[in-house]
């Protein structure tokens, strides 16, 4: 049903290709949510129009013309939250930090989210102009230049997460199949595939114990999603407080062992995965050391 919805949409102009309409599904989305968000909730008043002039250049990840760095946008969102409810219908004009505007705020981390969650993490191929002419429009409310509604919007989108998931799914099996015949991989009864780097010469955590672990976790793509080496501090914790792929794998392991470990969804984070960087059926691949273990 929901195919022949997209073709449907895609033979009418100016949505001319699968492409189009999902783009269009897109932008009508995310404006739907802005507006019950920012407008009917928040009542907070910004410039239409630099919003999204921000939206393109950080969803194109354009740096050379970028007007804010990260952590200045997210100051400014933080600041946001503190204006006081009456004032919020006053801040189109109305500078943040130096230089800077609600709306262009605003519509930098909204280019930022698009680009990692629909684009980045999930792969799907978005025209931007067709996505911020639905997002206006949408935005607006200005229902007679709708060219889809909110409904057949939603019915694309969801055909594409399914599409999307069913992708995931099977990437993923093909490489737990091609990984377990590589050299040196060891694969448990659970479905654990691991590798070790560096054998340990310590102890082995009981089920109970906690431990003390070093590692970089990142999806079968190579993106990174998690490191406590980026945070410059290992994280300790009870050993049964984790999802089962990493309590099995520290059970096997000893103090001082170095492993490549790959999870599989079932012992990760199933089928819904963690969003927003760890989609559903994905296997986790991890770097871990385990440092230190020992009883509570």
Known sequence: ???NLILALAIAAPLATQ?????YAFGTFFAKSAHSQLTARDSVNFNLDLYLEAFRIHFRQDTAHYLMKE???????RNLQHVAQEEKQKLSETLLDKGTTVGY?????????VHDQVVARDSVDLDIDIFCQAFEIR???NSAKYLMSDEEAHAIL????????????????????KNKKAKGIVTTKSGLQYKVIAKGKGATPGHTDIVKVHYTGTLIN??????????????EFKIDAVIPGWTEMLELMKVGEKVMVWIPPELGYGENGRPPKIPGHSVLVFEMELLDTHAP
């Open 1 to 3: 049903m929901f195919s």
């Open 19 to 23: 492409k189009d309409s999902v783009s």
């Open 71 to 77: 952590d200045a946008i997210y100051k400014a969102l």
């Open 105 to 113: 705020a605003l519509g930098a981390y909204l280019g930022k989210q």
């Open 139 to 141: 935005f607006k409310e």
């Open 158 to 177: 969801l055909d594409v997460s399914k599409r999307k998931d069913a992708e995931r799914r099977r990437a993923n099996d093909e490489f737990l199949v």
């Open 222 to 235: 190579g993106k990174k999603f998690d490191s406590s080496f980026d945070r410059g501090e290992p994280l």
